[in-house]
């Protein structure tokens, strides 16, 4: 099996941390690529032309980190990845569509998943824009980006000692992946200046990039 990923994409490195943490290196072979270029390579195996792109033996496959990550958890079983399940009872003495969601790990799970998710699409613009030549950059999306980024890592600072940020010897999880890849962005985006003013969250930072799946998966300069 092959997955297609470029040096700079953050949501190819996203799967490129799922799969050294699955041990599936020799499964699941890297093919480096280029997206956005005329004769775009990647159309021929994806019509989307998006990386990352899972490929099977026979041709198939399919391309977004949400679903390569999962395809890769279950081939690795057992699941490392799983999400927590919903809580089934409603808190006491409420019926369910009045019962607060936010202590249920679950629904927090999710919440923090879709906020870091939302700050890799976010960061992923902001990058994408300033690879544009200068007279074509817009300083409008460049600033709306740059604030969006700095109140989410404020928002994830607060919380990044507690579950699901927490790191543990039960290893990583989707949401932590997610945030690594959205704040890993700022290699690209010097002015993307998240560690001010975030020291819990600069530190939980560096220790992801000790974890061998994580540092082992910086791409290598010239591919
Ligand atoms: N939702 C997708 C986003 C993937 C994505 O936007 N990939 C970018 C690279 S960072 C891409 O392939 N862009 C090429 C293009 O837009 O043609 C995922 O989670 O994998």
């Keep these: ?27 699941v072979e890297l093919v480096w690529t280029k997206t956005r270029v005329s004769d775009d390579p990647v159309l021929s195996v994806n019509p989307s032309g ?20 999962e395809y890769l958890d279950r081939l690795a079983e057992p699941r490392r990845y799983a999400r927590p399940e919903p809580a089934t009872e409603p808190a006491p003495g409420l019926p369910p569509q009045l019962s607060d969601a936010g202590d249920d790990a679950y629904w927090r799970f999710r919440r923090l998943e879709a906020s870091a998710r939302s700050m890799l699409d976010g960061v992923s613009v902001w990058a994408r824009e300033i690879k544009r030549l200068v007279e074509e950059q817009s300083p409008d999306i460049i600033a709306h980006e740059g604030r969006r980024a700095d109140r989410l890592a404020h928002t994830f600072d607060d919380e990044i000692g507690f579950a699901p940020l927490a790191l543990t010897v039960d ?10 890849c959205a704040l890993d962005v700022h290699r690209r985006v010097p002015e993307m200046d998240w560690r001010d003013g975030c020291s ?11 974890l061998p799946a994580v540092g082992g998966s910086v791409p290598p300069d010239g591919v």
């Design 1 to 27: 099996m092959k997955l297609y990923v470029t040096p700079t994409s953050p949501y190819a490195r996203l799967a490129m941390i799922a799969r050294l943490d699955l041990g599936l290196e020799k499964t």
């Design 50 to 69: 998006r990386i990352p792109f899972l490929q099977f033996e026979d041709g198939t496959g399919f391309e977004d980190t949400d679903v390569i990550v």
């Design 171 to 180: 290893g990583l999880n989707l949401v932590q992946m997610l945030l690594f």
């Design 200 to 210: 819990g969250l600069s530190a939980w930072y560096d220790r992801m990039l000790e």
